[in-house]
């Protein structure tokens, strides 16, 4: 075996020398029973613009907060785990052609696997935090996220009006796909300044929703001593700091998602 033959037609997986083999389900990876729980507000874009790589522009300066519980993920023999994740609308403006899509800022998840392949194979800037279940009380729904016993952030929604059939078609059209960028930044070995690789990335979701309600909420970041919370500080801090104008409209999903790694890629 020689794990450093680029051509021998197989992916691996960290430990290289166990895992290896054709992408799984060829890059197809359906979840299925997924609910979303999402809050967006508008922000000052010159504050935003300094976490956005240039190769982007920022279409709106709006930052999404979602909240995602996802079962049945087929990739990981039917189990489940939740995110929530920080993006901002953005064109990649660095190719050929310009491509519209959501840029991840940070994205949170409670279970060691899908941060592990997602940050090394995808780019996504994956974190762990504990992420209790939503609650819903009536129409009111909460999530909350934490490290070490530290509640960092909190949501409060309230469930407003149904999507109508056509509302839910039209966000159902073209597979109801959400294009995620990245930065898949891999550090050198050792004490030693630049990276190993530094590349934007393009990795799209297909989704189906079966109910969509519009929400109103709130969000409440409430940022630790870096003494208590080193490692992740920095992000909290900096998502806390960006200027809150006003809410708009948010949304409480119900679906199924697809992961398609099968079209992710590198970007010029």
């Not at 075996?1 to 992916?11: H, N, Q, V």
């Not at 920080?86 to 941060?115: H, T």
Request: proline residues 7%; negative net charge; glycine residues 8%.
């Amino acid at each position: 075996m020689r794990i450093s033959d680029r051509d021998d037609g197989l992916t691996r997986r960290m430990p290289a020398h166990f895992l290896q083999g054709s992408p799984y389900g060829g890059g197809v990876c359906p979840y299925d029973d997924c609910t979303t729980l999402e809050i967006r507000y508008l922000t000052d874009e010159h504050k935003l613009r300094q976490y956005v790589p240039e190769e982007f522009s920022i279409t709106r300066p709006l930052v999404m907060i979602m909240y995602e519980k996802c079962s049945g993920v087929q990739w990981m023999g039917g189990s489940q785990y939740s995110l929530i994740t920080a993006s901002v609308p953005v064109q990649y403006i660095a190719g050929k052609e310009p491509i519209n899509g959501i840029y991840r800022l940070v994205l949170w998840e409670d279970k060691c696997e899908p941060i592990i392949g997602g940050r090394e194979e995808a780019g996504m800037p994956k974190i762990f935090a504990d992420i209790p279940e939503y609650r819903r009380t009536s129409d009111s729904l909460s999530v909350n996220a934490s490290h070490e016993g530290r509640t960092f952030l909190e949501m409060e929604l309230a469930i407003g009006q149904d999507y109508s059939a056509d509302e839910l078609a039209t966000l159902n059209a073209d597979n109801g796909r959400v294009v995620q960028f990245g930065w898949r930044y891999i550090p050198k070995v050792g004490p030693f300044p630049g990276a190993s690789l530094s590349e934007a990335t393009y990795y799209p979701v297909d989704n189906e929703f079966s109910s969509v309600s519009m929400c109103s909420g709130t969000v409440k970041w409430t940022v630790p001593l870096l003494r208590q919370h080193p490692t992740q500080y920095a992000i909290i801090a900096a998502l806390a700091a960006l200027p809150l104008k006003n809410y708009q409209s948010g949304s409480f999903r119900k679906g199924t998602s697809t992961m398609r790694m099968d079209l992710a890629r590198s970007l010029p």
